[in-house]
């Protein structure tokens, strides 16, 4: 689910800045992310997950999200969150299928 977009060109120009497309996207899934947010309140400040679709400076579009290595690593272990591995694996091959199928020419 998508909770929201953050259009950050958008925000720019309407104070009469130019910038490339930039926009983040806030999402999730309400079923596996409410269990955790009310066993771990804090962990809210860094899910739910954001993935930025911006563009550079030649037009090309790129896609950056943080790993889910980065997120059990970092994000998961400051807010005294234990992941299984098996988990922590499954939802990376998630992430790496969305962003292939949305990148995809």
Do not use: C
Not at 9 to 18: H, N, R
Not at 21 to 47: C, H, S
């Amino acid at each position: 689910m998508i909770f929201a977009r953050l259009d950050h060109a958008a925000a720019a120009a309407a104070v009469g800045l130019q910038m490339p497309r930039e926009t983040v996207l806030v999402f999730g899934n309400p079923r596996i992310g409410t269990p955790n947010f009310l066993k771990y309140p804090t962990l809210a400040i860094d899910l739910p997950i954001k993935a930025l679709v911006w563009q550079d400076a030649s037009g090309q579009v790129w896609l950056s999200y943080n790993s889910q290595k980065y997120l059990t690593t970092a994000a998961y272990t400051r807010h005294g969150v234990t992941l299984d591995q098996p988990l922590a694996d499954r939802i990376e091959r998630q992430f790496a299928e969305i962003a292939d199928a949305v990148t995809k020419e």
